[in-house]
């Protein structure tokens, strides 16, 4: 049947979007890497190259070809999770083939029926999913408020909430670029015999000793899980979950997710395991990462912008159509940055953003803000 209404609710949908400026539309990569998450450019890197090769010479398969739980669970998978648990300082890691499932997957299955999700109203979506799907009751803390963080599980208590409570934080924030309380909300997890669910998927590879996240004194407790996503700062793809051996024992028996879904490639396994190497081997590289921060912080503050501190630096417009204009304009120019609108960030906080690797050098992020210079009055 070809009946004309049947596709109108979509169309209607589309175009109250565009009315909006909020229509999305997938574009290729060109000009200068200002928009990856490919931090420390290990995603092209000859070492990972070569890995993968010989990989493949080797005989290891380029799909799993089923679940863990049956025929899909390769040498390489359980290669990657010791290494991966040595590396981070964990009991055990367990390997997803990313870090949106790996979100979901964790906060649909460890919190339980009675428990409270105490979620940062700006951490990932995957995370507000995960939660929504879940058995626990869900509530949001403003974002980076300890305070918060610590009234909502006061007033759940004096509810009768009586399971446990899971605070659910970003390390590193990917849209904002700042850091969690990471003491201040352990003090609160311990004060309330709560977990917490952290996810370093920005501050992988990039932070703490040897690139170990900046969660890395708390791996190891009874009542913390991190999330590291094999995808950005390691350039490969996949996510690894990092907690006590009786959780990741759980998740294997009791996680949908992990228990139905054909096991991530083999070779990315590989992929992963030798960039935790590179990372470890070569701090040159989060060095250069670190001095292209520095530069982009001091030239964004001659624009009078307020710079993050890391890797990731939000420049916010506001407005969804200047936003847009703001970055095509940078396009044009060379510079592949991307801009950001609702509902991914707050309404009203359109915004670009900046992402540093070293796939630019120094001169590049001079080139970029002498460009954005030239182009930001028109946008404001």
Not at 59 to 83: F, I, Q, W
Not at 320 to 327: D, E, I, Q, S, V
Request: hydrophobic share 45%.
């Amino acid at each position: 049947m070809n009946g004309s209404g049947f596709l109108d609710r979509y169309r209607a949908t589309l175009n109250g979007l565009a009315r909006k400026d909020r229509l999305r539309r997938l574009s290729s990569r060109s000009g200068l890497d200002f928009a990856s998450n490919d931090y420390l450019g290990l995603a092209r890197s000859k070492r990972m190259a070569e890995a993968l090769a010989a990989a493949l010479a080797a005989g290891t398969p380029v799909g799993a070809a089923g679940s863990r739980l049956l025929r899909g669970n390769d040498h390489e998978h359980e290669a990657l999770e010791a290494k991966a648990a040595d590396f981070f300082g964990a009991e055990r890691a367990l390997f997803f083939g990313g870090g949106y499932v790996a979100n979901f997957a964790v906060l649909t299955t460890l919190p339980q029926k009675g428990d409270l999700i105490v979620l940062d109203e700006l951490i990932h979506a995957s995370a507000h999913e995960g939660a929504r799907a879940g058995r626990a009751e869900v509530t949001q803390a403003a974002h980076n408020d300890a305070d918060a963080v610590d009234d909502s599980i006061r007033s759940w208590r004096a509810k009768g909430g009586a399971g446990h409570a899971w605070i659910v934080v970003e390390s590193l924030y990917s849209m904002d670029g700042d850091r969690a309380p990471l003491s201040e909300l352990t003090e609160i997890a311990d004060r309330h015999d709560a977990f917490l669910f952290v996810d370093e998927a920005h501050a992988t590879g990039v932070y703490g000793p040897d690139g170990c996240g900046l969660a890395h004194h708390l791996e190891g407790r009874d009542n913390v899980v991190v999330l590291h996503t094999c995808g950005k700062a390691l350039g490969a793809s996949g996510a690894l979950v990092t907690a006590r051996a009786v959780l990741c024992d759980y998740l294997v028996n009791r996680c949908r997710p992990f228990i139905y879904a054909t096991a991530p490639s083999p070779l990315m396994a590989v992929a992963a395991a030798t960039a935790l190497d590179i990372v470890a081997d070569e701090p040159e590289r989060r060095e250069r990462l670190a001095r292209l921060v520095a530069l982009a912080s001091k030239r964004a503050e001659t624009l009078g912008l307020a710079p993050s501190g890391t890797q990731i630096l939000p420049i916010i417009v506001g407005d969804n159509a200047r936003a847009m204009a703001l970055a095509a304009a940078l396009q044009s120019r060379g510079f592949d940055v991307r801009g950001i609108r609702p509902p991914t960030v707050p309404e009203n906080t359109a915004r670009l953003r900046v992402s540093l690797t070293l796939n630019v050098g120094e001169a590049d992020v001079s080139a970029l803000f002498d460009a954005l210079a030239a182009e930001w009055e028109s946008a404001r």
